[in-house]
Structure formats: C-alpha cells, structure tokens
C-alpha cells in the first residue's frame, strides 16, 4: 500500500505551481479591467481574476486576465496606437520642413514682389510713354518669372530674351517716332540687337545672374515640399500582421500576465521597432542625400547666386538698360539704319517723347541679406538635425512612447515574463531583419510605396545638384514624380524595371484579426500550457498507481 504516498507526491509535482505572492491564489486583474475599460472596451466578460490562458494566441499561455477578444481587441489597438505613434513623429518633420518652406517662399517672393511694385512706382515718372505705353511688357515679366519660380515649365533665358526684344521694338518705336516703322523691319533690328548692344551688358548678365538664382531658388523651395509629402506618404503605411502580433506582445501581453508596472525591455522594443519600420529604414541613404543637398544649395543661394541682390534689384537693372538705350539712342540708331536700311518718314511726326529724362537713373533697392542669411541658417540647422530621423525613429519610439527601460534591465518585460533580455539588437533596414527573433520579416518584398518614395527623393536630390551648378531642370515633365499618385510614371525604366518590378507586399485590412498560430516566427513559439503538462503528468501518475497496486 506503499504506492498512495508516492502516487501522491507525483500528483503533487504535476500541480501547477501556486501563486507565491497572493498564498496560492489566483491574482486580482483588476489593473487590466481598469486599463480595458480606458481604452473603450466594455467590462463585460473581462475576469475579475487571472485565468488559464491556453486560449491565447499571441501572449504566453501562462496565467492571464485577458480572454481570446480581449487579445484581440489589445491586438487591434496597439496597431493603431503604433500607427498612430509613427504619424505624430512624421508629422513633427512634416511641420519643420513646411515650415522651411514657408519662410523661404515668403521671402523670395516678397523679393519679388517688392521689386515689382518699385518699378511700377518709379517708372511713370522717370520714363513716361516709355513705361506707361508698355506696362504690359514688364507685367508679363513678372508674371513668367513668378511661373517659373512655381514650377511650370518655362525656359527662363527664352522668357528673359523674349522680354528685352519686346522692350527693345516698343521703345525703339517710341523713340523714333519720326519714322514708319514696319514689323519686317523691327525684325532686322533684332537680329542686330546682339551686335549692337542696345541695352548695354544689362541683358546678358541679369540673364546669367537671374537665372542662376531662379534654378537655385525653386529647386530647394521644391525639396522642402517633397521632403514634407515624402515623410507624409510613408507615415500612412499601414502595420503588417506580423508587426501587429509583435507590437500587441511588446505593449500589452505584460498587462495580460498582470505586470503592468513592468517596462518592455529596451533592446527588445527596438527588435520590434526595427522589423515593423525596415522598410522606412531604407530611406536613410536618399533622405540624407536630400538634406545634404538641401544645405548646399542653401549656401548657394545666400552665397555665390546672391539670391537677396539679383532678384531684388531685377527693376534696377531694367531701369539701367532703358538709361543706356536713351543714352546711346543715336549710335545705336544709327547702326541700326546702317544694317537695316533708313525707314520712311512717318507722316504723323514727332512726339517729342525723345526729349524726356535721359540721364542715367539710379533707384534704390533695400537689402533684406540679414534676413536670407538668418534663413539658411535656422534651415541648415534644422537639416542638419533632421539627416538621420529614419534610423532614429525606433529610438525615439522606443525612449518616448513606449517608455521602455534601459538596455541593461533585468527586470523589464522580454516578450515572455520578467527578466533580462538577451538577443542581440539588429541593424537598420530590411535586409537586417533576416534573422530578426521578435517580428518576421519577408526581406524579398519591399514595401513598394516606399520604394516609390525613395525614387522621389532620388529625382529631387538630383534636380537640386542640377541647381548647385547652375543648371535648369524641367519640373513640368517631372510633375507626376510631384504629385504623390504613386503612379511611379517619372520613375526611370531603367532604375524602376530592376529595383522595383517585384510583388507588393500583402497589406491588410484596417482591422486586424488575430491569425491561427503558424507554428513559426514570433507568434508562440516558445509559449508554455502549464494545464497541458498538467494533465501528461496525471496520466503518467495513473499509470505508475496501477503498477504499483499490481
């Protein structure tokens, strides 16, 4: 009768182990109900106690105060919570850089339109018919200039040459009234005009000068806007299933094994971090690009192109070249009848408009360098800062959202209880993620909005090397890359046949349901059913008892 004491003791080793801190009794949930109804959830159904959880899917099977739709309700909002979280940090950059933005395109085009507004104040006085006769002449200049600095494609030298020709036929008219002076004969005078030099060097260097600081200006006012719609666009990727199961595990398992007060483990967030946001971590390389781009077009623009004199003295230069020409009105006549031909006199006579103000006129422009250089500098600050926000950002989530403890914790959550956590952390970018323990990762198939994006910082970056040369880009062909239709249509067929011709990544619907374990990755894997062991154990006791009695 020896086998009762030892049947016993096994009975008793197969016994789950009691609760150490509540005397063998199972422990109060009701921090979780207290959580569980903050976050919207009814209370109905929720256990007042902790409870067998072999019933979970993503959290341990060990004791739990969370039922199967208390998993999946946490599941759901921890994958909004962290999109969420991903927003406000993109949107934080979306601010500074729009912000950039802004003040740059408020100052350029006050440059602008100051310079206007001065031409219009002083010319009826200083040129009379010479100015009031053609004030739709210097309208139209503005007007293409104000296009072009928008976008819209427009060759700049072609507009600047189409002014000074237009300009130089309606003064040359005005000026020699005495003459008839036909179209077919205006036409012979232009293509002298480069000989001739009627405007003096005016023409040429505003031309050099203005269209340097045009291309400069519009191209780093553009890469603050893409930059801006870059970080907008990704921000509003959605979170996989597997970064669901992950991020409910991280955020809200420990609460279900009733360690609220418990912080995840820092090493551990940033595993889950860096799986879920891989794909964003590809965009490092080019966004560096583009910020460094951005700070030396910056310089240029408040350094060599001089964006502050050529754009705000655009109506002194005007003025200067309309003073040569009255100055030089009878060489410069004179040459033009000697290539030309002498026109027939006109029968309606002279106006006498000739006679007016030609002594050379000097018009002021206020300078406002203070302000650009107080511009590219708070701008290549904040540049500066932003380089490396893509490979950053699991560290900021991970510090000030999550609010994990430190790397050498061990006594935070670690994915399955109370401990030190022990993997090493993984690189940035997908192609680390291969061996990633906490999410799994489908290296093969980046995530192809982000890819486009990545393409969009690329073209953007090569337009503002383009612009730190002097060289024009064409924004209107390239417009589709502008616009965020994620067409991929400006996408080089090139570049976009090899590196983005693969499967987009399967993408969920809003609302997550929790999938049936797969048997791998994150997912349970190394989960415990203490109440399964259990009851292996009390058959084995069975069997030993009815050996014994034999």
Request: hydrophobic share 35%; aromatic share 8%; glycine share 8%.
């Amino acid at each position: 009768m020896r086998f009762l004491p030892w049947g016993l003791w096994l009975l008793c080793v197969a016994s789950p182990p009691a609760r150490a801190d509540s005397g063998g009794k199972a422990r109060s949930c009701a921090e979780v109900r207290q959580l569980y109804g903050a976050k919207g959830f009814g209370l109905s159904g929720v256990p007042q106690a902790e409870i067998s959880g072999e019933h979970l899917r993503i959290c341990p099977q060990g004791y739990t105060c969370c039922t199967s739709e208390m998993e999946e309700n946490f599941a759901n909002k921890s994958r909004s919570e962290f999109e969420a979280m991903t927003k406000e940090a993109g949107r934080s950059v979306q601010m500074i850089l729009t912000a950039q933005y802004r003040s740059f395109d408020g100052y350029f085009q006050d440059l602008l339109n100051k310079s206007e507004k001065a031409l219009y104040d002083a010319f009826p006085s200083m040129y009379g018919e010479l100015y009031t006769q053609n004030v739709k002449v210097f309208k139209d200049l503005y007007s293409e200039l104000r296009r072009y600095y928008r976008g819209s494609n427009i060759n700049l030298e072609e507009a600047l040459n189409e002014f000074w020709t237009r300009l130089l036929e309606r003064l040359f008219k005005l000026m020699n009234p005495q003459y008839h002076i036909t179209d077919e004969y205006l036409d012979c005078m232009v293509k002298h005009a480069e000989q001739h030099k009627p405007f003096g060097e005016v023409p040429r260097d505003l031309k050099v000068k203005a269209t340097r600081a045009f291309i400069a200006a519009r191209s780093y006012a553009q890469g603050f806007l893409v930059g801006s719609d870059v970080v907008k666009k990704v921000s509003q990727v959605s979170l996989s299933h597997e970064c669901t199961r992950a991020v409910m595990k991280l955020m809200y398992c420990p609460h279900c094994r009733g360690m609220s007060s418990v912080k995840p483990c820092n090493n551990y967030c940033l595993n889950v971090v860096k799986g879920c946001l891989a794909n964003q971590a590809d965009l490092n390389t080019e966004w560096k690009y583009l910020m460094d781009s951005l700070v030396v077009v910056a310089d240029r623009i408040d350094g060599p192109y001089n964006v502050d004199t050529v754009i705000g003295t655009i109506h002194v230069r005007i003025s200067e070249a309309i003073s040569n020409l009255q100055e030089n009105k009878d060489s410069i006549t004179a040459k033009v009848f000697q290539g030309c031909g002498n026109p027939k006199i006109s029968t309606r006579g002279s106006s006498g408009e000739d006679k007016r103000r030609r002594g050379k006129v000097t018009l002021e422009a206020k300078s406002s360098a203070v302000a650009l250089e107080m511009l590219v500098l708070d701008a290549k600050g904040n540049l500066t800062a932003l380089k490396s926000y893509w490979v950053t950002l699991p560290s900021v989530l991970c510090s000030k959202k999550v609010t994990a403890g430190s790397a050498a914790d061990d006594k935070c959550w670690n994915g399955m209880t109370k401990g030190s956590y022990l993997p090493e952390v993984m690189g940035d970018g997908l192609a680390n993620q291969i061996n990633n323990p906490e999410v799994e990762v489908d290296i093969t198939k980046p995530d192809m909005t982000i890819r486009q994006q990545i393409m969009q910082l690329k073209i953007m970056t090569n337009r503002l090397g383009n612009a730190n040369i002097g060289n024009d880009v064409d924004f209107q062909d390239a417009s589709d890359d502008m616009s965020g239709s994620g067409s991929g249509d400006g996408c080089p067929d090139d570049v976009c046949g090899k590196r983005l011709a693969k499967s987009p990544s399967t993408r969920q619907p809003e609302t997550h349901a929790i999938p049936k374990q797969s048997g791998h990755g994150v997912s349970g894997a190394s989960s415990r059913s203490l109440p399964s062991a259990f009851l292996i154990l009390l058959s084995v006791a069975f069997i030993a008892a009815q050996h014994l009695w034999r």
